[in-house]
């Protein structure tokens, strides 16, 4: 099982970030303070402080105060926040999701994707590799609805592929002559996380699904 950046990077961000505005917050309550201690000091006794001003600036004085105590909650909010993200993606491990997505892994001559066309109609299916360079394009009937989008890994000029990840990109017209609308699912095992980006990333093989993506899993046999 790969577990990609278990250091939690965008924790850390995430802290760094919080631990910053607290320090500017802290830096301004001491300034505020400090203006407001020399004030009092150097106040003239025949023109003292109005009561009513004094009043607010302990009011803003106590403000400042609560505005610290609240970005510390926040953050420690947000730290068991993203520690509860972290364990919910670890548990996804092992089991086969379906999420929103156009590339798939090729793996022993088979590679598949759901399709979900917006009415039945001609399509033109181009296949590309991971470096975007076309190795297959096809036509195909599509059925309104859901339906399977398999390849068999040969390419326009005869040979195999070789494994890896493949993105399928789907145009066609109905028989309306109306231009399809087609949305495209992969799915696969997981067999690891990636925490290197804001929102945990599933591993299927070399293929990273983001968390917020997925749209069933099952548990694999």
């Known amino acids: 099982m790969a577990v990609s950046g278990v250091d939690g990077s965008s924790g850390s961000s995430n802290t760094s970030s919080s631990s910053s505005s607290s320090s500017s917050i802290a830096g301004n309550f001491d300034q505020f303070l400090l203006l407001l201690t020399t004030q009092l000091k150097n106040q ?8 009513n001003q004094f009043t607010a600036q302990l009011v803003q004085f106590a403000g400042v105060e609560q505005q610290l105590k609240t970005n510390d909650t926040l953050g420690s909010l947000l730290s068991l926040s993203a520690a509860g993200t972290a364990t919910n993606a670890v ?6 999701i379906t ?3 156009a590339t798939a892994l090729l793996k022993d001559g088979n590679a598949s994707w759901k399709v979900n066309s917006s009415a039945a109609g001609q ?10 360079s076309v190795v297959q394009t096809m036509t195909r009937s599509l059925a309104a609805g ?3 989008l398999g390849w068999d890994g ?12 493949y993105t399928v990109s789907i145009q066609g017209t109905s028989v309306a002559g109306q231009s399809l ?6 799915s696969g095992v997981v ?14 093989g070399s293929i990273s699904v983001p968390l917020d993506k997925v749209k069933s899993v099952t548990r694999s046999e």
């Open 123 to 132: 399509a033109t299916i181009t296949i590309k590799d991971s470096n975007g």
């Open 154 to 165: 040969t390419t326009s000029i005869g040979t195999k592929a070789p494994d890896g990840a």
């Open 181 to 186: 609308t087609v949305k495209t699912q992969i």
């Open 191 to 204: 067999d690891g996380v990636d925490f290197t980006t804001s929102i945990p990333s599933l591993k299927i």
């Open 44 to 51: 003239s006794p025949l023109d003292p402080m109005d009561t």
């Open 91 to 96: 548990s996804f491990v092992g089991s086969n």
């Open 99 to 101: 999420a929103d997505g």
């Open 146 to 148: 859901d339906q399977s």
